[in-house]
């Protein structure tokens, strides 16, 4: 147990601004408009793979969607859905240089599976 | 390409609003003072004599002297140093000595709550009441004879700020290489003052004695913080397939801005027909179990340090959006903005993940294979 103050590491500071704009692209980097094929409900969407999903809600789901949180599972079916069927539409596909400014290393060179 | 420095921004100048649980409400009705060191100062804690517990600064507003190391007169707590005595609501109920109390003399205190056998302290740095929507929800079954006691524990965690408790929510990977298991499905919803991860994981076999009983030991979980420091952790761990239902409550409360109390308390349920000392002894192997896992997570945040930018891969999960959920105990209440509370929903891909880990536990296994081959 270290029992000390809060480590600090001896390292200058980031460029000005950095940290919030990168913040700025990791809360919304991505997110497409998704208009629920059954309700009024619009959410931001995010797919980075066909198991991944990512939901931003700007709405209360409770006033816009009537099967929200009705099924077993939590959430709502057609909105899944919805996603599903901009996914398969290419809504998702990444545009370079609109989507990841400066945060995509291009000298990185992982397994190739993942950069595929 | 330049080097990536760490920001470790500021540090949080206050303390988070909501309620915060302080431990077993039993462990304060001995009729004692009893000292909790939090929100940078000390609270004096006691039952009055109606059994209410009650909450307030430590220091006694007529000259500062410590009211833990006072006595309980009535319902009033009473300083050691000229029995002026205080009641739960901070206001002075009396000064032997003097024909009338001073006007002013009303010390800070915190409304208190009582649910699921714990006691609860409201923090708000700007002195409201508490918030009705965020009142801790009472855990349903527990507290009956089909269920354990609770079996509790705490430690104090130095060097360290309580977010990083709280980023757990939202780590995936960690649970491989901290808690060795398998995290075969992990996602997360934020909503309102809640946030919530709901997990299935099965044990690497390459931490078990018999690898072999790795594949009935699986665990599903579901924990939601209700608010910035109580989580209520749903547990369903199989072992050889049979599942067992158990609660584990993991909460904290801040002592300085880089130190805090960690508390974790247990309750399991017995089997039908299952003897109540039996029901305890499961409690208390679980307890030990999922114990066990806190000190594996409290080696990493003794030593880390603050990180405001967090470099994220795509197989991990939402920390940023978890921290902006979190942000909302930290402003006033007309500054949480729709940003921090609206609904987010996350599901981490885990496959790619999950093929790299079997690989480097079929590594381990095999490696250990010929260790023991040779030592044979």
Known sequence: MSGGRWAKPQTAAGEPGQTEAERTEYLYGGLREIACMRCAAVVLAGKRSPKHTSVQWTQDPDRVCQAFNREEQPGCEWLRASIEAAADDGLFVEKPGIDKPGIEDPSFEGPSEVRA | ?376
């Open chain 2, 1 to 376: 390409m330049s080097v990536r420095n760490i920001d470790t921004g500021a540090t949080a100048a206050r303390y988070a609003r909501g309620w915060h649980c302080l431990g077993l409400a039993e462990t304060f009705r001995d009729g004692q003072p009893h000292a909790i060191e939090a929100f940078g100062t000390k609270l004096v804690v006691w039952a009055g004599q109606d059994g209410e517990l009650h909450a307030l600064d430590g220091y006694c507003r007529h000259m500062g002297a410590d009211l833990t190391q006072g006595t309980v007169k009535g319902d009033s707590i009473a300083c050691p140093f000229h029995d002026w005595r205080w009641g739960g609501n901070g206001k002075c109920t009396g000064i032997p000595y003097a024909k009338r109390v001073p006007l002013r003399a009303r010390t800070r205190g915190w409304p208190t709550s009582e649910q699921n056998g714990q006691l609860f302290v409201w923090n708000d740095p700007q002195g409201n009441p508490p918030i009705p929507e965020q009142a801790i929800p009472e855990i349903p079954g527990v507290n009956t004879e089909q269920w354990s006691d609770w079996i509790w524990d705490q430690r104090v965690i130095s060097g360290s700020n309580c977010r990083e408790v709280i980023d757990n929510v939202a780590d995936v990977a960690h649970f491989f290489y901290v808690h060795h298991a398998f995290p075969t499905q992990f996602s997360n919803i934020f909503s309102g003052h809640t946030a919530t991860q709901y997990l299935r994981s099965k044990a690497r076999p390459d931490y078990m004695k018999d690898p072999k009983k790795a594949e009935g030991s699986t665990l599903r979980s579901e924990a939601t913080y209700f608010g910035p420091s109580y989580m209520v952790n749903w547990l369903w761990p199989a072992m050889n397939g049979h599942e067992i239902e158990c609660v584990l409550i993991n909460c904290h409360y801040p002592i300085t801005e880089d130190s805090f109390m960690l508390q974790w308390g247990l309750a399991a349920k017995g089997f039908p027909g299952m003897e109540p000392e039996h029901i305890q002894i499961l409690g208390q192997k679980l307890h030990k179990n999922f114990g066990d896992g806190f000190l594996q997570d409290v080696e990493i945040w003794e030593n880390k340090t603050k990180i405001d930018n967090p470099l994220l891969c795509e197989e991990d999960g939402p920390v940023y959006q978890l921290r902006r959920w979190y942000e909302q105990f930290y402003v006033d209440v007309e500054d949480i903005s729709g940003e921090m509370t609206n609904r987010f929903e996350f599901e981490v891909d885990t496959t790619r993940a999950n093929e790299v880990w079997e690989a480097e536990v079929a590594e381990n296994l095999a490696l250990r294979a010929e260790r023991e081959k040779a030592e044979a």
